[in-house]
Structures are given as C-alpha cells and as structure tokens.
C-alpha cells in the first residue's frame, strides 16, 4: 500500500443514508406538486452548496433552490436523530487503515454539524484525524476544492491520497484533485464515461480491506 491518506465520502459511502436523501427529495417534490425528471438522483448525489441549489432550481422548477435545499437538510437531521445506518464493512476497512497508520478524514457535502452527529452516533469519529465540510470551500464536487483541502488537513499530496466515493460527482471531484479514486456505487451504477476516471470500483468496503490486505489496491 503506498497511499499515506484515506478521505471518505459520507452519504452512500459510509453510510446508507442516500436513500433516505432520495425519498425526502421526491417527498419535498410531491409537496410541491413536481414530478423530478429522469436524471435527478445522479445530477443531486455529492452536490452542495451553489452546485446542489442549481440542480433543484433545474428539476424543480424554481428560481431560488436554497429553500428546497433548507428545507431537505432539516428533514433529514431529524430522520437521522434516531439511527444512522452503516454500510457493510466500514469498521473493517477504518481498522486496517488505522493499524496501518494511515491518515484518515471525511469528506462530504452534508453540513459539519451533520457529519459530526453522524459519526459520533454510530461510534466511528475517532477513526478519523479531520473531518471536511462542503461548506468550508468555494466550490462543491464536481469541483476537486474539497479533496484538496482535506488532503491538506491530513497533511499529505493529493496523489498520496485514496478517494473513497459512490457518487459520479465525487468521482470526477477525486479525479481532478489528482487522487486515487475507488468508487463504490450505492443507487447509480457509473455509466461508460465514469469508469476511466476510478482507479478501483468495488460493491463494497469489505472488497477493499481484501484487496489491500492482498497487495493488490496500490
């Protein structure tokens, strides 16, 4: 293993809670009487901040998305106050890299607040050394502003770095930060253009630990 870091997505990655997006997105939607058009959940997945109000203002058909936005962000605090849902092999894969001595942060577009519930409930937040928000950056993925900042907060190159994504728009913001991006896809399979852009794509974390543990994800 030559990666010195190791920065995660949150949603869809470590947690199952995409789905739980998802539905709140087409309850806010039936509220307000909107049929989303195909396309929706790949555009929405990893965004926020400008990017994520641009994307609801599009399928929803409204001049300001922030409140849509607003308004998703609180459903979803209060749906995440009872339980926050691991996806299969999280602990097994932040022990390796824990023995392994390799520096680790969280990455998401999700608000601080939210990132720290959620890794303080589920009992993994000292697993990690730092923990990014995307509203600490000018720019949301797509753009690669949140993996370089938190490749610099953990103190290593970009390319030193594996990227740990679901999403195609945390795919191609790993990609342009320079890292080793390993994608595993949780609602979306990645389309053609997307798999050029993974050094890895696995079904799960535990595939991963394997596959380091094997030498074989360098």
């Known amino acids: 293993?030559?990666?010195?870091?190791?920065?995660?997505?949150m949603d869809?990655?470590?947690?199952?809670?995409?789905?739980?997006?998802?539905e709140t997105w087409h309850e806010l939607a039936d509220k307000y009487h909107?049929?989303?058009?195909?396309?929706?959940?790949?555009?929405?997945?990893?965004t926020s901040g400008a990017h994520m109000c641009a994307v609801i203002e599009k399928y929803y058909h409204v001049s300001d998305g922030a409140?849509?936005?607003?308004?998703?962000?609180?459903?979803?605090?209060?749906?995440?106050?009872t339980e926050v849902p691991l996806k299969a092999g999280v602990h097994e894969l932040l022990q390796y890299f824990h023995r392994?001595?390799?520096?680790?942060?969280?990455?998401?577009?999700?608000?601080?607040?939210?990132?720290?519930?959620?890794?303080?409930?589920?009992?993994?937040?000292?697993y990690f050394d730092e923990i990014v928000s995307g509203q600490e950056v000018r720019?949301?993925?797509p753009a690669p502003d949140i993996f370089l900042y938190a490749a610099e907060k953990i103190g290593c190159k970009p390319e030193e770095?594996?990227?740990?994504e679901d999403s195609e728009n945390g795919i191609r913001a790993g990609h342009a930060a320079g890292c080793v991006t390993v994608m595993i896809p949780d609602l979306i399979e990645p389309v053609p253009e997307i798999v050029p852009l993974c050094n890895n794509i696995y079904k799960s974390l535990l595939q991963v630990k394997t596959d380091l543990e094997q030498g074989v994800l360098g």
């Not at 390799?102 to 409930?121: E, G, P, Y």
């Not at 770095?161 to 740990?164: D, H, M, R, T």
């Open 67 to 81: 409140p849509i936005m607003n308004e998703c962000m609180e459903c979803i605090r209060k749906k995440l106050e």
């Open 34 to 46: 909107v049929k989303l058009a195909d396309g929706f959940t790949k555009a929405i997945s990893g």
């Open 139 to 141: 720019q949301g993925k």
């Open 1 to 9: 293993m030559t990666c010195k870091g190791a920065i995660f997505d």
């Open 100 to 126: 392994e001595g390799v520096r680790m942060a969280v990455a998401s577009s999700s608000a601080i607040q939210q990132i720290q519930a959620n890794l303080k409930k589920s009992n993994i937040i000292d």
């Open 161 to 164: 770095c594996y990227v740990f």
């Open 12 to 22: 869809g990655l470590l947690f199952d809670t995409e789905r739980i997006y998802q």
